[in-house]
Structures are given as structure tokens and as C-alpha cells.
């Protein structure tokens, strides 16, 4: 079992960046996992944005936050970040950490999701 905790969200001006956590806790530690963060706009589905490997050497993109967000992870802290720049207000969502076996975009791929953290961005 793993247990999901992400911060970093708050309230930030178009154009701002924002850096989310994602830290990782329970018996099994992330370095197990592949990890990935989605993202759920008011009244829309659940989105992937990025995805990193167990070992943080493959790493995956929605075109929508290509060149503006990279996902990046420390094993040894059992932590997954999301580093957000140049940021627009289509992107205001709650921001959720999710791990699994597979580096894939698919929510069905992850099997254990944290409760998320508000990201909003004001034009």
C-alpha cells in the first residue's frame, strides 16, 4: 500500500510558476513505482499531464504543458515534483500524484492516487 500526499498548490498569477510535491509513504516506497500527475478542471474529466519511470530516466507530456512543466523525482525522499512555469489559466486545476507499474497516460494505469491539490492560475 502507498499512501499520496501532494502540496505546492495556491493561487498564482498567468505567467507564474508553481512547484507541486508529491510525497510518497506506507510500506512499499515510490522507487517500486512509476509516477505520474493528472490534472481535473471544474465539470471536465480527469487529465493526464506528466509521467516519469521508476529510475527518472523516460519521462511523458501532454502537449498541452510541453516545455512549460517537468516532472522530476528523488527516490531517496520518496518524492515526485511537478515544476510548473509559464503558467495560464486554462490550467487552474486540482492536481493529483498518482503511482503505478507503467509509465502510461491512462488513469487506469495507476493504482494508488493522493487527494490532490488546488492549482489556480489568474489572468
Known amino acids: 500500500q502507498v499512501q499520496l500526499v501532494e502540496s505546492g498548490g495556491g493561487l498564482v498569477q498567468a505567467g507564474g510558476s508553481l512547484r507541486l510535491s508529491c510525497a510518497a509513504s506506507g510500506r512499499t516506497f515510490i522507487s517500486s513505482y512509476d509516477m505520474g500527475w493528472f490534472r481535473q478542471a471544474p465539470g471536465k474529466e480527469r487529465e493526464f499531464v506528466a509521467a516519469?519511470?521508476?529510475?527518472?530516466?523516460?519521462?511523458r507530456y501532454a502537449d498541452s504543458v510541453k516545455g512549460r512543466f517537468t516532472i522530476s523525482r528523488d527516490n531517496a525522499k520518496n518524492t515526485v515534483y511537478l515544476q510548473m512555469n509559464s503558467l495560464k489559466p486554462e490550467d487552474t486545476a486540482v492536481y493529483y500524484c498518482?503511482?503505478?507499474?507503467?509509465?502510461?497516460?491512462?488513469?487506469?494505469?495507476?493504482?494508488?492516487w493522493g487527494q490532490g491539490t488546488q492549482v489556480t492560475v489568474s489572468s
Open positions: 516519469i519511470s521508476w529510475s527518472g530516466g523516460s519521462t
Open positions: 498518482a503511482a503505478g507499474p507503467h509509465l502510461v497516460s491512462s488513469r487506469s494505469g495507476y493504482l494508488y
